[in-house]
């Protein structure tokens, strides 16, 4: 991770194919663009891959994640079940079809804990929306049978995990609607862009409406099209699509490649046994994007970060710290900071995130480290890395 570490002459080719048409939009021109149709090959190819009946390629991660709520009739006032480990996306992405975000427990598999979402259904609870964090799966059979129990929709935030599967069914595919990201760090990369994938006809029929502005896309005459329903426009451009497609194509190999790193990563922290790794459903399934290990405490935890910084161990990841990906630094929404509305003139369904506490989530994170694994190192690189981890750990026995 990620993809653009193998870029090669398969990205430049078919990026060129599509200039020499001229045509960047994904819809319409079909006598100029000779039969390139980089967007409609690449939702073929990627539908097929992890084994969904369609899949509709976005703009972005967050316009899919947009776009699949959207599809699935969650709106104003409706309460989606979230992590508070994730990508900020995943908020940002229920806020903006008006319904609200409650955090519920994660547990050491880094994503929802399943026993405890039960305490966080109420009358206007719609969906559940799983986050399958760092590249690893979720406990989803568990989430889907307590998302069918109480009749409740489960789309999964996918983003980070493209690729990952629990005994050969792939993330993305076990709820109403699955979302993806394929953006500049992601394991494949559009350079932006993002997909929806789904089993549900009527679902896909929405959501291809929905992220163009409501065109029904029937015919061959974009000036005749009729709209079906108010959208957005959080369309790919044939750009953005060449490079994913041959992207995707390598994506086997990419995986393959971050299983093997992650395996000497692994060994050598299997050395300390103060060391814990994650909970993963299925081992054999993780796309291995990040390693992701647990200390005693949250004082061992900071004091490890800090020797692996200082030992030259790079792209480490201190969760409990970060601003990006968990909830308690997200000051903006902890303050319900917005372009439209402030804490003083919230919507009047909204929650009170001010003293929201998940002390099961912080205590986890506050112990957790992650380490991402990179294509591009070589067996040199790797020894040395893992000689810089061992240093780090003796150095704090």
């Not at 690893?136 to 109480?150: G, L």
């Not at 989530?361 to 112990?367: H, L, N, P």
């Amino acid at each position: 991770m990620p993809g653009f570490e193998l870029f090669g002459e398969e990205e430049r080719n078919s990026v060129n194919e599509v200039l020499e048409t001229g045509v960047l939009f994904r819809y319409g021109f079909d006598t100029a663009r000779r039969g390139i149709w980089k967007a409609k090959e690449f939702e073929s190819e990627f539908a097929l891959k992890v084994g969904a009946k369609h899949c509709l390629l976005v703009s972005s991660g967050t316009s899919a994640l947009s776009t699949a709520l959207a599809a699935c009739g969650v709106g104003y006032g409706d309460e989606v079940i979230i992590p508070p480990f994730t990508f900020v996306a995943t908020v940002e992405a229920v806020l903006s079809t008006g319904a609200i975000p409650v955090f519920s427990e994660i547990n050491e598999t880094l994503c929802l804990d399943p026993d405890k979402i039960n305490e966080k259904i109420t009358e206007k609870t719609k969906a559940i929306l799983p986050v399958h964090m760092c590249g690893a799966m979720a406990q989803i059979s568990e989430i889907k049978r307590v998302a069918d129990e109480h009749n409740l929709i489960l789309i999964e935030d996918a983003c980070q995990a493209v690729g990952a599967h629990i005994d050969g069914k792939f993330a993305g595919t076990w709820g109403k609607a699955g979302c993806f990201s394929f953006d500049s760090v992601k394991t494949i990369t559009c350079g932006e862009g993002g997909a929806v994938v789904t089993d549900s006809d009527e679902i896909y029929v929405k959501a291809d409406a929905f992220h163009d502005h409501g065109h029904d896309h029937i015919g061959n005459d974009r000036g005749k099209e009729d709209h079906m329903l108010l959208g957005m426009n959080y369309r790919i451009s044939e750009l953005n699509a060449a490079v994913g497609l041959a992207q995707l194509a390598k994506l086997d190999e990419i995986i393959d490649i971050q299983r093997k790193n992650f395996a000497e990563i692994a060994n050598t922290l299997g050395e300390f046994p103060f060391v814990k790794l994650r909970d993963i459903p299925n081992r054999e399934g993780d796309s291995c994007t990040f390693i992701s290990f647990m200390l005693p405490d949250e004082d061992t935890a900071r004091r490890i970060a800090s020797g692996l910084s200082e030992n030259g161990v790079d792209s480490c990841f201190y969760w409990y710290d970060n601003n990006w990906h968990y909830l308690r630094n997200w000051h903006h929404i902890r303050s319900l900071k917005t372009a439209m509305l402030t804490a003083q003139h919230k919507l009047p369904s909204m929650k009170d995130y001010s003293e929201y506490s998940l002390p099961q989530s912080d205590s986890i994170m506050s112990r957790t480290i992650s380490m991402q694994i990179k294509l591009s190192w070589t067996s040199e690189e790797i020894a040395i890395r893992c000689e810089k981890i061992r240093k780090t750990m003796k150095e704090l026995l």
